[in-house]
């Protein structure tokens, strides 16, 4: 029986920061945008997607600015054509001051940019390290639930605009750390009464699933929330993939991991009994903001992505009403976190095509999943040999020649954790049964992040957890905290 897309609402997060702003200037040198970010990719390992940059040709967005008017409508444009049904706008707001706020405010003042639009509340810390962290903070995160109404009333004229997304009468605010906040729902209720009177029956304040593991999401209700959204790679745990230097580089410090593994682990999520928004990512590779800390996600594609989405509209479509059909892609422009659908010279319009192929059944998935059955095990044996880390391996044989210069080499070696002095020509790759167990990569641990890594893959991602999985869990999830 062939699928119904059609009440879908693809929703896109979308970044404000590529145009120049004072903070910006003073604090990264004067014509910062996150363009320069994203020109400093690095291709690190052979099939490794960097740098990420847009074509220049004629007709394309290129390296835009988002406080040209032009720019906003050929973006709403672009993204309607391939079935975005509209942007979730950052919405940066530190106890009264407003920043990145230009092409959103730019977008509100002009009715023809013709995209449905809601706004998420990114309530970090600014900090130098892009984390949200409570080191090198440039601007901090303001919590006085006395000022809540200010926060509130600050949203009256986007709740206003008839473009403000709504499901059932109440627009969707989100919130990218609800976990931070005090008194949460005392600021859902002023959220509402604010929607309410800017003429909605009310709000679904929305808690994002960000720093948390699998099976750590929050009940939204014991919070004050009316539901949550996934926040993908937040929220999944996956194989790590290991990274051996080529002689005379600095270890890789950053993290590897394997996109079908979490693409699995989405698909081993109990149903609950709130409401929640399915979310996924096209990919992910923060090399051009972190460097060689970076973490990425080996063997994203557009035909995985084509299958993860299949089956997160599936479950949309079973789970909820066609007013509630909502699903939230991270993200249409996060360019140095290496999560876009606006293209790039490489993939090109690839990543929107499938969206609007997999929506329409014009081309449908390849793999799709079976939620009746819900049979995850059978379902990786036969979507494996397609997406997983064998096949990323084995299809970069065909790379250029010049990828044997670059620092690093991506193994899967048995017990996970190579040698110090290992070199690359000898760790020889294991797949399935070979992989050593969670107890050997423990054992062999050299670090706390490979320390998680074994006990993620002992099964903390896995549903139902025992006892002992949630409280290892709550363990890992407070070191990460405290780093």
């Known amino acids: 029986m062939t699928p119904d897309f059609s009440q879908l609402k693809p929703i896109a997060f979308y970044l404000p920061q590529f145009y120049q702003t004072e903070y910006n200037d003073k604090w990264w040198g004067k014509g910062f945008t996150e363009w320069t970010s994203a020109r400093r990719g690095e291709k690190l390992f052979p099939g490794h997607h960097q740098p990420q940059l847009p074509p220049t040709g004629e007709g394309e967005l290129g390296f835009h600015d988002q406080t040209n008017l032009e720019t906003l409508k050929a973006q709403a444009e672009l993204a309607k054509a391939y079935g975005i049904y509209g942007f979730c706008h950052y919405f940066y707001w530190f106890g009264g001051r407003r920043v990145l706020d230009k092409p959103t405010d730019l977008m509100l003042a002009n009715p023809d940019v013709d995209m449905p639009f809601c706004l998420s509340w990114a309530n970090e810390n600014w900090s130098r390290r892009w ?22 009333a600050d949203l009256a004229p986007y709740f206003s605009d008839p473009r403000y997304i709504t499901s059932g009468g109440e627009v969707l605010f989100l919130i990218y750390r609800p976990d ?17 009177a800017c003429g ?3 709000a679904l304040v929305l808690g994002t699933e960000t720093f948390c ?3 750590e999401q929050v009940d939204p209700r014991k919070t004050g929330l009316d539901g949550n959204v996934e926040f993908p790679p937040h929220g999944v745990s996956t194989m790590q993939v290991h990274t051996v230097a080529r002689a005379g580089e600095p270890t890789f410090a950053g993290m590897v991991f394997d996109h079908f593994s979490a693409f699995l682990t989405t698909l081993k999520r109990p149903n609950p009994d709130y409401l929640l928004f399915r979310g996924l990512f096209p990919a992910w ?14 063997g994203s594609s557009p035909q995985l992505f084509s299958n993860w989405l299949s089956a997160m509209a599936a479950w949309t479509t079973r789970a909820l009403p066609p ?11 996060e360019w140095a976190e290496g999560a876009h659908f606006e293209p790039d010279t490489d993939n090109g319009l690839a990543y929107l095509e499938i969206l609007d192929g997999v929506l329409t059944d014009k081309t449908p998935a390849s793999h799709p999943y079976d939620w009746e059955s819900g049979d995850v095990q059978s379902y990786r044996e036969v979507a494996e040999p397609a997406f997983g880390l064998e096949a990323f391996f084995a299809g970069r044989d065909h790379k250029v020649e010049a990828d044997n210069e670059l620092p690093y080499q991506l193994v899967l070696p048995p017990g996970a ?11 020889p790759v294991a797949h399935g049964k070979d992989r050593a167990p969670w107890l050997s990569h423990l054992i062999r641990a050299r670090s706390f992040k490979e320390f998680k890594t074994a006990i993620w893959l002992w099964g903390v991602h896995d549903y ?4 002992l999985q949630r409280f290892t869990t709550r363990l890992i999830r407070r070191f990460s905290k405290t780093g």
């Open 200 to 202: 909605h029956k009310g």
């Open 417 to 427: 954790m190579p040698p110090e002095d290992t070199a690359p020509v000898e760790v």
């Open 464 to 467: 139902p957890q025992t006892g």
């Open 180 to 196: 931070e906040i005090p008194e949460l729902a005392r600021l859902a209720q002023e959220i509402k009464k604010q929607a309410i």
């Open 285 to 298: 590779d923060n090399t051009a903001r972190r460097g060689r800390r970076a973490n990425i996600f080996a």
């Open 323 to 333: 007013e509630r059909q909502f699903i939230f892609l991270n993200a249409w422009n």
């Open 131 to 152: 984390d949200g962290g409570d080191t090198d903070i440039l601007i901090p995160q303001d919590y006085d639930p006395a000022r809540y109404h200010e926060l509130a």
């Open 213 to 215: 593991l699998p099976g």
